[in-house]
């Protein structure tokens, strides 16, 4: 069965494969599953039929016939442990790749996306400049750490997994500030994951997605 993904028609990344269905491709593109997209205005993705997809009327969104999945981290572990290939089988291996997903998207994500969010919505507001210098000081503290866990190598725990695919998805929203300069092994690292085969296709699907989505009504 082709699995269906749901995805922003008019993506606000401007076809920078910043927004979280990018985790879905690229986890679909490593294990080899091709996969079908649907696209969605901001309008439908709030209506009945999509609310009955995903509860907050959100992307991404996941079917696979009537089993149905939303939350980018769920969906990702469900591709690693269907595929076998984004979880390493030693059973204490697997565990702390799994301690990685929740550690990208709990521990790392918070402060990087509160950025990301800072930068589009409060770009005009008077506390925008302290919010910012809060903001990046927390990302700088995290950044850090990993940077000191990473140390010389190339993925965090072994071979590179589920929990490098969400890192570095979280980590790209960086890659519009000068925060990554200050941390020259993780800003590698980030190189390392946008360098893989399977990202290069999957970011290829999203662009020419976007610019589907972009195009003039005929
Ligand atoms: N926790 C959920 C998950 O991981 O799946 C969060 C889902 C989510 O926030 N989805 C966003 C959405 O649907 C799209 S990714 N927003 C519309 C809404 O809530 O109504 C958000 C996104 C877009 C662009 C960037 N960027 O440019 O850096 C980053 C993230």
Redesign the pocket.
């Known amino acids: 069965m082709i699995p269906i993904l749901t995805a922003?028609e008019h993506?606000?990344?401007g076809g920078?494969g910043?927004?979280?269905d990018m985790r879905i491709r690229w986890a679909l593109e490593e294990v080899g599953q091709p996969y079908h997209v649907r696209l969605l205005s901001?309008e439908a993705?709030k209506q009945p039929e999509h609310l009955a997809r995903h509860p907050?009327?959100?992307?991404?969104a996941y079917e696979e016939g009537d089993f149905a999945l939303?939350?980018?981290?769920g969906i990702v572990f469900h591709i690693a442990e269907r595929h076998g290939s984004l979880l390493p089988r030693d059973p204490h291996a697997r565990r702390r790749a799994i301690m990685w997903m929740f550690a990208a998207?709990n521990t790392v994500e918070p402060s990087v996306?509160e950025r990301?969010l800072a930068r589009i919505l409060e770009r005009d507001t008077p506390w925008h400049d302290s919010r910012l210098r809060v903001l990046e000081d927390r990302i700088r503290d995290r950044v850090g750490h990993l940077a000191r866990h990473l140390g010389d190598a190339a993925w965090l725990d072994g071979d590179f997994s589920a929990g490098d695919l969400l890192m570095v998805t979280v980590l790209r929203?960086l890659n519009s500030s000068n925060i990554l300069d200050d941390y020259p092994t993780i800003a590698a690292y980030v190189a390392r994951g946008e360098a893989r085969p399977a990202f290069q296709r999957a970011f290829a699907a999203q662009l020419a997605d976007f610019n589907k989505g972009s195009a003039p009504a005929p």
Do not use: C, K, N
């Open positions: 922003f993506s606000p990344d920078r910043l927004a979280r901001f993705m907050f009327g959100q992307i991404p939303f939350e980018s981290g998207l996306f990301v929203w």
